[in-house]
């Protein structure tokens, strides 16, 4: 079964807008990942974020984690047309596997 | 660059004609994974091998194999494709005992398969 739901599906938005994406899962986990998959293309890793952490940054990139209701957000800044992709979150599942979320499709319009 | 590379980006195949697919890295890492993406979801995971040892997921159907002849290499083999086998077929790899970095799953491009 699935554990990460994302929301919203698909989201777009103008360029230098912030995007919000949101993540829920079911289970406790030890980390949660988000990556970035361009059209057609494999995924790229963005950043992992530990259960014991509340926030994180990378860039443009901020991350939160709510472990009480299960729940993870990335918001990017400042968005730019190679933004536009699909990003998924990841949490571990048992031994070395990640389960991935649905995804939420990113259009960012110049 | 340390990559994984997966061959070819491009599959077709015939209906029940069997079919490889390949997958190698440059990381040395010990843990492979394949991973069927179907158009709008997400990645599912088929099976990973950690070394030599093979872990197949519960619902990964008996049609899909795997071989792992070596640290650099992993091939997806699908006995007899059906219509419902095309999707893109992802490789990626991790380093468990990589500090910081262990959990990070590295990707290949993939590789889509169509079926006829």
């Known amino acids: 079964s699935q554990q990460g739901e994302e929301d919203p599906q698909a989201l777009s938005i103008q360029e230098g807008e912030n995007a919000t994406m949101n993540c829920s899962y079911k289970?406790?986990?030890?980390?949660l990942q988000w990556y970035r998959q361009n059209s057609g293309r494999g995924l790229v890793h963005l950043i992992l974020?530990?259960?014991?952490?509340r926030e994180k940054h990378s860039g443009r990139l901020r991350v939160t984690l709510d472990t009480s209701k299960k729940s993870s957000s990335l918001l990017i800044t400042a968005s730019r047309a190679a933004d536009t992709a699909s990003y998924f979150c990841?949490?571990?599942?048992?031994?070395?596997?990640?389960?991935f979320g649905a995804g939420t499709i990113l259009r960012v319009k110049s | 660059d340390a990559m994984v590379i997966q061959n070819p980006r491009y599959q077709v195949t015939q209906f029940g004609k069997p079919v490889t697919l390949s997958c190698s890295q440059t990381?040395?890492?010990?843990?492979m994974y394949w991973y069927q993406q179907k158009s709008s979801q997400a990645p599912k995971l088929l099976f990973h091998?950690?070394?030599?040892?093979?872990?197949n997921e519960a619902d990964t159907p008996d049609n899909f194999q795997s071989r792992r002849p070596n640290t650099s290499f992993c091939f997806l083999d699908i006995r007899s494709p059906g219509l419902g086998d095309a999707a893109m077929y992802l490789c990626?790899?991790?380093?468990?005992?990589?500090?910081?970095?262990?959990?990070?799953?590295?990707f290949g491009p993939g590789t889509r398969l169509l079926v006829l």
């Open positions: 974020i530990r259960s014991n952490e």
């Open positions: 289970t406790s986990i030890n980390n």
């Open positions: 990626a790899t991790s380093r468990p005992t990589a500090g910081r970095e262990r959990e990070t799953q590295y």
């Open positions: 091998y950690y070394d030599k040892d093979f872990n």
């Open positions: 990381l040395n890492h010990n843990v």
């Open positions: 990841a949490t571990d599942a048992q031994g070395n596997k990640l389960v």
